[in-house]
T-cell receptor
Framework: QQPVQSPQAVILREGEDAVINCSSSKALYSVHWYRQKHGEAPVFLMILLKGGEQKGHEKISASFNEKKQQSSLYLTASQLSYSGTYFCGTASSARQLTFGSGTQLTVLP | DTAVSQTPKYLVTQMGNDKSIKCEQNLGHDTMYWYKQDSKKFLKIMFSYNNKELIINETVPNRFSPKSPDKAHLNLHINSLELGDSAVYFC???????????????FGPGTRLTVL
């Protein structure tokens, strides 16, 4: 089942912060975050594993609440380059990623 | 060095034709995937291969047939193309997760298929 992302879209000014949420109805092993710019492939940002391990870019932070099967991606002091569509992908016992519908982030100067 | 590559980047064809998309990864990963991204940007898994064996086969018409000649290659052949097949097809690769679930997936640049 597809995870639910919110908000669907957000518009920011440079320097502002944003939070993107992802929730699943399934028990999860991991949550993955990707960013996709128009006409390009999704690019890995972060993976959060059950048990607390995280791997990803230093400037990106995220949380994973295993009890609630929810994850949040925190974008602080946003830059123009942060614009794009953010996808969360959730992995359960099926060992595959199921992606949310995406959150379109626009950062304005 | 390109980690995951796909050919062709663009594919325009008529309904009813048969076409193939090729994917290669040089990351040493043992798992490869095909995703379909529709016009609404929804990314949906189609197939997954681990060490050349099919492990995920979502509800995809049997006109789509993946083939993995070795761990570094995963091709997608589509028969009798239909208008609804128009989409961007992404190949991805990862290492099989040891802690359960899949490890980081690296995506190819995508193949934009347009069926006329």
């Amino acid at each position: 089942q597809q995870p639910v992302q919110s908000p669907q879209a957000v518009i920011l000014r440079e320097g502002e912060d944003a939070v993107i949420n992802c929730s699943s109805s399934k028990a999860l092993y991991s949550v993955h975050w990707y960013r996709q710019k128009h006409g390009e492939a999704p690019v890995f940002l972060m993976i959060l594993l059950k048990g607390g391990e995280q791997k990803g870019h230093e400037k990106i932070s995220a949380s994973f609440n295993e009890k609630k099967q929810q994850s949040s991606l925190y974008l602080t002091a946003s830059q123009l380059s942060y614009s794009g569509t953010y996808f969360c992908g959730t992995a359960s016992s099926a060992r595959q990623l199921t992606f949310g519908s995406g959150t379109q982030l626009t950062v304005l100067p | 060095d390109t980690a995951v590559s796909q050919t062709p980047k663009y594919l325009v064809t008529q309904m009813g034709n048969d076409k193939s998309i090729k994917c290669e990864q040089n990351l040493g990963h043992d798992t490869m995937y095909w995703y379909k991204q529709d016009s609404k940007k929804f990314l949906k898994i189609m197939f997954s291969y681990n060490n050349k064996e099919l492990i995920i086969n979502e509800t995809v018409p049997n006109r789509f047939s993946p083939k993995s000649p070795d761990k570094a290659h995963l091709n997608l052949h589509i028969n009798s193309l239909e208008l609804g097949d128009s989409a961007v097809y992404f190949c991805a690769s990862s290492q099989w997760g040891t802690s359960g679930g899949t490890d980081t997936q690296y995506f190819g640049p995508g193949t934009r298929l347009t069926v006329l």
